[in-house]
């Protein structure tokens, strides 16, 4: 059903075109472990080719899901709109089975022109640059084979305000290694045919909007994992209706696309906690990988808002002793579990989350589908009506704390 969906996805965008950008994500955790996140455009003809290339993975991917104990795929991507007419996307897919695989797929498309660039589109004397490219490939990986390396070809980059970024598949070059294999070729040593915009910093500072609590009442904490989304504004209307605020624990690389939501989310009292860059299943990562997916993330809302988050939530709700030792944020699960993900049913939703609410709860939604905010609604209308207040995580653990003393 869900590949159906995604099918049927990339057919609306080829029809109705898109009037916003905004990323698709799709987040499972059942049979194995997904997490696909991919940019929507400006460009019905460069949505129709990034959505072909991931349907493509995530169909291959599940109907070999059944041959391994939990294998997870995880798509994320990079986005920059290079100047007016050129977006440079790129996606880096990474599977784990019995084995790990790694692949890259770069799409750099001229709206202007209508089509996708190549590198000799780039710059201006590729032979010239060729040699210099795999000498520091060789450097870089040297135990890479000159045989293969003589038939390396440039397909995949990416370009941002310093870099022009090479990136080849392990198996052009015959390393050992499994990690995707790239180059940065600073942009002031090269000689471009295209422009770059430069990125301007606005300093945005924005802190989470004061409230009154009356410690004695009930107090509950929502938490929306793996957004934000085109859902997201919605939700905030409905915390907005009802003067009651959540705590959202945000996908880093989506940040950027949903800035205003973030910013939003503190100026009506929310909170912003930090679910990694790219929801990566954390315990196959190393330190440094995990510090990565953190730090990215948070200098990503830094970035946005200037609000730096304090609390962290594991993907998938997974996570070691040793993982916490890694990183000074709080790492925050939940004590009432939705299920939206799964039983994508308002009524079941509530018959997840209201029996099982008591002072002090924690309960867990998604706000990357459509199903949540029905739901949403209904939820805080309820617990209002049993005389609950609505806080954030950090206001929550402040509460529990001056309780206990």
Known sequence: MKTKVLIILSIIFILTGCEQKEVVSIIE??????????????????NDAISSYVNKVYNEFKAEENKYEKPELNISYTYKEVNENVISVSLNTEIY??????KIKT??????????????????????????????????YQEADMDFLSNVTYDYFTRDNENLSLYFNPVELYTKK????????????????????????DNTYISIKKKNIDYDKKVVALTFDDGPSKYTEKILDILKKYDACATFFVVGNKVEFYSDQLKRMLKEGSEIGNHSYSHKWLNRLTKEEFQEEINKTQKAIKKE??????????????????????TDLTFVLWT?????????NTEKILNNILPNVQDGSIILMHDNHS???????????????????????????????????
Do not use: H
Request: net charge negative; aromatic share 10%.
């Open 178 to 201: 499994n990690e995707t294999i790239y180059l940065d070729i600073p942009l002031n040593s090269l000689r471009l045919l295209i422009d770059i915009d430069k990125e301007t910093d």
């Open 371 to 405: 199903y949540a905010v029905k739901a949403s609604d209904d939820v805080i209308k309820k617990l209002k009506e049993e005389g609950y207040q609505f806080v954030t995580v950090s206001e929550l653990l402040e509460i529990k704390n001056l309780r206990e003393s």
């Open 107 to 140: 799409f750099n498309y001229d709206q202007k022109n209508d089509k996708f660039l190549t590198m000799e589109d780039i710059v201006r004397d590729l032979e010239a640059l060729d040699y210099d490219i795999k000498k520091a490939l060789l450097e870089k």
């Open 336 to 344: 009432v579990d939705s299920s939206d993900w799964k039983v994508k």
């Open 97 to 102: 089975t019995d084995k790990t695989v790694n």
């Open 305 to 326: 808002t200037g609000f730096t988050p304090k609390l962290f939530r594991p993907t998938y709700g997974g996570y070691s002793d040793k993982l916490k030792t890694y």
């Open 29 to 46: 955790n059942d049979k194995s472990m997904v997490s696909i996140n991919y940019p929507v455009t400006d460009s019905n003809v460069l």
